[in-house]
């Protein structure tokens, strides 16, 4: 997940751009090429009304952009213009622009009907495109993913297509590499091939229902293309049976971007709400609808590269980042309204010459190609880890096991990364994991890998570059006190093992090695000493691992093939095991695919929908009474959980029908299964001068146990709610979750009973009721004492147990509830009588207090003071 961190970056988009040597024409090429960048510095559109627009390359690296009669290329890390390609006479104007999937064609679309095809060339060697002089001899410092330096880069334009029969064109879409281009125009959507050849035609109205409405934009979803039309309408139409349907109805649309990661199209619409769609068995139906937090036009909208988040940008000049399933992460406001947002660093262009650059910091929740370490032990969970461009954050989460005074345990603890390796293959950060006792935390970017320990700062990297270059990590976790990397290395799939406990640098000779059999990991998981992998050729291979300190053993078990699984493999965020007491007979997975979470058989293939809405996915491993695991997750706006306990797997059940919903304030990102609590990071921000806006990460905490007892004892479960409530009696909130847990079930009173049943079991039982019926408006204390055998007999019982103060607390309640001075008289009396032989002097002063307060004279007082007399009477 994403938020925002204080600082933005301002980028002016007129840089001036390398002096490049011109690069040789093609042969065979006939017309004359417009002049290309000379050094001048660029002139960006002149007013501010014109709008230009903008393709990110495919690799995520390159940004193209198009103004009337100009094409720009741009390099994002770092941010300069590489090159400019400046038409002389242009017949019409450019309307869009859009890359070879290879990222070395641009294909520009104008209004003539002409399609330029424009090569970009150069790159393969560095090139020092801005040259700075200095009186003295001068180093510079580079950044986070920058030095491989300026790539010298240029375009050429190597001939025009002419589609102009069809009608003036409209926008393009880059289809696949085999498929080519989609042009539309005003009549018909046009298909031609990446070599020229136009292809197969479809008229605009076997879209759309208004003649009269034109294109604005397409999208590419699977074998399906959403169509964006002027009136606000967008239509989605299938390629393969032809059949239509329109989405957001009732709604006007004004953009629509669509994550192939998650499988969710967002449509944002004029009133400034957003709407989400998911796919399911290839259609889209809507999974959430968010009403306009800023009430304007969503102008842009852009999936973050991993599908965990998207942005948004409002006419407003707002910017909000929201979660996949729509829960708002954070909200900025830049200087005018953005017409293209791009990620990496989250970029947002303006109208005009300049854009700005929002630093963002991430919570690594698992994703495709990536392993949920954080989600396979439960030890792991209690930590939140967040990264940033260059930092890692890390909070132990210590909500209630903190020492008093220990405010360190309950702040953030920075780390700054190496910066050798951050610029040149460690940015972005794609892995992140934590160790179990959070000493280490292991990152991984594009190629390489680097271990940190937090005590002393130390990172330790592999022990040359070539090292660095050959690996590439697809998934990381902890595994004891090894680092588990499952990568390439050299193209060659492997697992490997590096010690926590060597010195020096990491070292790809000395790790330990297992080969994958040739095939490419997609994700890896691991609970106790079992690792699964998922693989490229759609087997789970199980491995079991034996570590003591830093000697390792690992043996391959078995691979189960889930090739049958009805489950696009593409999207699959997570694989992990669900744990059971037969694992080696039935093999059950669990599969977060998209927005999807499933429970896979290995052996039937048969998959069990658990939810349609889940974005991220926890597994508490650790034993509760009778439950053997707990399964999270969050849908953007509730945190649910299934119970697994053990009697369930031995009897072939999947998972026990116990499911509890909690609203947290906050965004989770982990479970402290050992405290009953779900952590999450919020946004927070403050005003200084009310000008300058600074964003702050809390992190909160909520306790989910008494949702979890509440939703066991509904369904009929009092021994295993017993069980579980028992595991947590020795933390020092546990009466106050109780009292919750009580409070809650006021209204129900069948519920009432079984809660009042389970809390008789437990120490801080009469606490409890006092403390809830205190805090309780008095017309729910009938219901609740006719559980517990009235109100006397409660106060009968305090009193045999010897809770004084309890007891105490309780003549308000007799006071309300029994009827006539002669029935609560004689309690009031005995407890008196009780209190003076503790010698508890300041509950003495309270009952005679609430003697005074209720008697009716003087007299009435001194007749009950009067029995008091004797051995032990109050001087």
Same mark, same amino acid.
């Given at each position: 997940m994403y938020w925002r961190l204080n600082c933005a970056e301002h980028l002016v988009l007129g840089h001036e751009a390398p002096k490049l040597p011109k690069p040789q024409r093609a042969p065979g090429l006939t017309r004359q090429r417009s002049s290309t960048y000379s050094g001048t510095?660029?002139?960006?559109?002149?007013?501010?009304s014109e709008q230009m627009k903008w393709a990110m390359g495919p690799s995520g690296r390159l940004l193209a952009g198009i103004s009337s009669q100009t094409v720009y290329l741009w390099q994002l890390q770092p941010f300069v213009l590489l090159s400019k390609l400046e038409y002389d006479e242009v017949d019409g104007s450019m309307v869009d622009v859009v890359w070879h999937p290879r990222e070395h064609l641009l294909w520009v679309v104008l209004t003539s009907g002409q399609v330029y095809e424009v090569s970009v060339v150069g790159g393969s060697e560095q090139q020092q495109a801005l040259e700075y002089r200095f009186r003295t001899e001068h180093y510079w410092a580079q950044g986070v993913g920058e030095e491989g330096g300026i790539r010298g880069r240029s375009m050429v334009h190597e001939r025009t297509l002419l589609v102009e029969e069809h009608g003036s064109p409209l926008c393009a879409l880059a289809l696949p590499l085999d498929d080519g281009v989609q042009v539309a125009t005003r009549s018909r959507i046009v298909r031609i091939a990446w070599d020229g050849l136009i292809g197969h035609t479809m008229v605009v109205g076997e879209v759309a229902e208004d003649p009269l409405a034109q294109l604005v934009c397409m999208v590419g979803v699977e074998q399906q293309r959403a169509y964006l039309f002027s009136d606000g309408s967008l239509w989605v139409h299938s390629a393969d049976t032809g059949a239509r349907s329109q989405l957001a109805a009732g709604h006007v649309a004004t953009s629509v971007a669509y994550s192939a990661m998650s499988g969710i199209l967002a449509v944002g619409t004029r009133a400034g709400g957003m709407l989400l769609f998911a796919e399911q068995a290839g259609l889209l139906r809507e999974t959430r609808h968010l009403r306009g937090m800023q009430s304007s036009a969503i102008t842009a909208l852009a999936w973050s590269p991993d599908g965990h988040a998207i942005a948004c940008a409002h006419r407003s000049g707002h910017v909000t980042v929201r979660s996949a399933l729509g829960y708002e992460l954070s909200t900025s406001r830049v200087r005018s309204p953005a017409w293209f947002l791009c990620w990496g660093r989250l970029r947002v262009f303006v109208m005009g010459h300049t854009a700005d650059?929002?630093?963002?910091?991430?919570?690594?929740?698992?994703?495709?190609?990536?392993?949920?370490?954080?989600?396979?032990?439960?030890s792991e969970a209690t930590r939140v880890c967040l990264v940033s461009d260059d930092k890692l954050l890390l909070h132990d989460c210590g909500f209630g096991v903190a020492a008093p005074g220990d405010v360190a345990a309950l702040q953030w603890r920075v780390v700054q990364m190496p910066g050798a390796y951050m610029a040149m293959w460690g940015w972005p950060p794609e892995h992140t994991a934590v160790s179990g006792d959070g000493l280490h935390v292991a990152v991984a970017g594009r190629r390489g890998l680097a271990v940190v320990s937090i005590k002393t700062g130390a990172w330790r990297l592999l022990r040359t570059r070539q090292q660095e270059a050959s690996l590439r990590v697809s998934g990381l976790l902890w595994l004891g006190n090894h680092v588990v990397a499952a990568c390439t290395v050299d193209g060659l799939p492997q697992l490997l093992f590096f010690a926590r406990g060597s010195r020096g640098a990491l070292d790809l000779d000395t790790a330990h090695a297992e080969a994958l059999g040739g095939v490419a990991p997609l994700c890896v998981s691991c609970h106790d000493a079992l690792l699964l992998v998922l693989c490229a050729d759609l087997r789970v291979r199980q491995y079991d691992v034996f570590a003591q300190g830093d000697s390792l053993r690992v043996s391959f078990s078995r691979s189960v093939d889930v090739r049958g699984a009805n489950v696009c493999w593409r999207r699959v965020r997570s694989l992990q095991w669900v744990p059971g007491a037969r694992f080696d007979r039935r093999p059950m997975f669990l599969v977060h695919e998209g927005a999807r979470l499933c429970v896979l058989d290995g052996l039937t293939q048969e998959v069990r929908v658990l939810a349609e809405r889940a974005e991220h996915v926890i597994i508490s491993g650790v034993h509760f009474g009778n439950m053997h695991s707990t399964v999270w997750w969050f849908t953007g706006s509730e945190l649910c959980a299934a119970l697994i306990s053990l009697e369930d797997f031995m009897d072939g059940s999947a998972t026990m029908d116990v499911r509890m919903h909690v609203r947290p304030e906050f965004y989770p990102v982990a479970i402290a299964a050992d405290r009953g609590m779900a952590v999450g990071v919020d946004q927070d921000w403050t005003l200084e001068e009310g000008v300058v806006g600074l964003a702050h990460l809390p992190v909160r905490a909520k306790l989910y146990l008494p949702s979890v007892l509440e939703r066991m004892l509904s369904l009929g479960f009092e021994q295993?709610?017993?069980?579980?409530?028992?595991?947590?009696?020795?933390?020092?909130?546990?009466?106050?979750?109780? !009292?919750?847990?009580?409070?809650?079930?006021?209204?129900?009173?069948? $519920? +009432? *009973? &079984? /809660? %009042?049943?389970?809390?008789?079991?437990?120490?801080?039982?009469?606490?409890?009721?006092?403390?809830?019926?205190?805090?309780?408006?008095?017309?729910?204390?009938?219901?609740?004492?006719?559980?517990?055998?009235?109100?006397?007999?409660?106060?009968?019982?305090?009193?045999?147990?010897?809770?004084?103060?309890?007891?105490?607390?309780?003549?308000?309640?007799?006071?309300?509830?029994? !009827?006539?001075?002669?029935?609560?008289?004689?309690?009031?009396?005995? $407890? +008196? *009588? &009780? /209190? %003076?032989?503790?010698?508890?002097?300041?509950?003495?002063?309270?009952?005679?207090?609430?003697?005074?307060?209720?008697?009716?004279?003087?007299?009435?007082?001194?007749?009950?003071?009067?029995?008091?007399?004797?051995?032990?009477?109050?001087?």
């Open positions: 510095s660029p002139t960006m559109p002149a007013t501010q650059a929002l630093p963002l910091v991430r919570a690594s929740l698992g994703c495709a190609g990536a392993a949920a370490a954080a989600a396979a032990v439960a295993d709610a017993l069980l579980y409530a028992a595991c947590f009696e020795h933390l020092d909130f546990f009466g106050h979750a109780m !009292e919750i847990l009580l409070h809650e079930s006021l209204e129900q009173r069948e $519920l +009432l *009973r &079984r /809660v %009042v049943s389970m809390l008789e079991n437990f120490q801080c039982f009469y606490e409890v009721v006092v403390h809830c019926a205190r805090k309780t408006e008095a017309a729910f204390w009938p219901c609740l004492f006719e559980c517990l055998g009235g109100s006397e007999e409660f106060f009968q019982r305090c009193l045999a147990a010897g809770k004084l103060e309890t007891a105490t607390q309780c003549l308000i309640i007799l006071q309300t509830l029994l !009827e006539g001075r002669e029935v609560i008289e004689p309690n009031v009396l005995l $407890l +008196l *009588r &009780r /209190v %003076v032989e503790a010698e508890n002097r300041s509950l003495c002063v309270e009952i005679l207090r609430f003697i005074k307060m209720t008697a009716e004279s003087d007299t009435t007082m001194r007749t009950m003071l009067g029995r008091l007399r004797g051995p032990n009477s109050i001087s």
